[in-house]
């Protein structure tokens, strides 16, 4: 490793294959936790090249344990996280109504590192059973057309790494990672990145694969659509600028999707929007997300996609879809 701060510190870059071998040593221990949290310092002061996300990539998605849903058309919807906007947990209900408009998702997430609450935070809260047991993610994915994926289960390569990132309390590199490395592989992913470098390089690399993909950015930094102003989007067709006029609906204020300041807070805000008890701002922030998944799924237009999203919202099937998982849970 000091080979390899030494090479870092004087602005030199890894190649693919040297990128994942760190990542492999970072998993059987080799580096101390001094170590590991220099390496990860390098990379809040640079970019991450090409080349690099694609070897943290591949030593992660190696390294973790496989849930085979390839029989079905699977989605993820996922943020980098790292935005510093502390909404509420937008992705995750966008999941849920994506879910109830009959589109299976696997749901990749995690305890928040950056933000109050993380996704996993708010199925821990609400009593959603995290496993990596194929058996229950297929009965989750039949019954309440959603899995959650909590990833400290399915990358056990990361155990070392966990308590670091909770200690620096910022976003690393492997914010960027957790959206590219879901153990289902799902064929079609939704992802927000927090920055439009990032964007780009998403884009590079999801065009090298099969997956149909939309990637999300918006101009005023957060990871997902939040209505506050114009979205840069990239997907396999095409390179686009969305408005909430896209969506036909009105520009909304940062203060209106704030997230709650405990994971409980957060919590309740999630269920009342699934109960229908969402502010306009809410629900329409929520099926916006959602329409994007389900045209990409669907390849449907985002108008339709929207339309799909706040039926589902307001039929109470995005909510049944919370309720049956939380009955498997039991």
């Keep these: 490793m000091k ?9 030199e870059q890894l190649t693919r294959e040297e990128a994942r071998n760190v990542l492999v040593h970072i998993s059987e221990g080799t580096y101390n936790t001094s170590q590991i949290a220099a390496f990860l310092t390098v990379y809040m002061m640079r970019s991450v090249s090409i080349e690099e996300l694609e070897g943290f990539r591949d030593a992660l998605l190696d390294l973790c344990l496989k849930v085979d849903v390839s029989k079905y058309n699977t989605i993820d919807l996922c943020g980098t996280g790292g935005d510093g906007k502390n909404t509420f947990n937008i992705s995750t209900l966008a999941s ?14 995690n305890y928040g590192v ?4 993380g996704s996993s935070n708010v199925m821990e809260q609400l ?8 058996e229950f993610l297929i009965r989750c994915l039949e019954e309440a057309n959603i899995c959650i994926l909590h990833a400290p289960l399915f990358h056990p ?4 790494v966990a308590h ?13 990672l957790g959206p590219m490395v879901n153990p289902a592989f799902p064929k079609n992913q939704l992802v927000g990145v927090f920055n439009l470098e990032l964007a780009r390089k998403y884009g590079y690399l999801y065009q090298k694969g099969t997956k149909r993909y ?27 600028i969305l408005t909430p006029e896209t969506f036909g609906v009105s520009q909304i204020k940062p203060s209106e999707i704030f997230g709650g300041e405990t994971v409980k807070a957060s919590a309740k805000i999630f269920t009342e929007i699934l109960k229908g008890n969402g502010t306009t701002a809410q629900n329409n922030v929520v099926c916006a997300n959602a329409a994007l998944a389900i045209a990409t799924v669907k390849k449907c237009s985002i108008q339709t996609g929207f339309e799909k999203a706040n039926e589902s919202l307001a039929s109470g099937k995005a909510l049944k879809s919370l309720n049956l998982l939380q009955t498997i849970s039991k």
Aim: aromatic share 6%; proline share 1%; glycine share 8%.
């Design 114 to 117: 950056s933000s109050i609450s």
């Design 3 to 11: 080979n390899i701060l030494n090479r870092l510190i004087n602005h």
């Design 214 to 240: 939309t990637i999300l950015h918006a101009m005023d930094g957060y990871d997902e659509i939040a209505l506050t102003g114009p979205v840069k989007m990239i997907s396999n067709t095409t390179e686009n």
């Design 157 to 160: 390569a990361m155990k070392n």
């Design 96 to 109: 849920f109504i994506t879910a109830g408009a009959g589109v299976k998702v696997t749901k990749h997430g």
């Design 127 to 134: 009593g959603i059973t995290f496993s990596n047991n194929s």
């Design 164 to 176: 670091i990132r909770h200690d620096l309390g910022v976003k690393t590199f492997f914010n960027m």
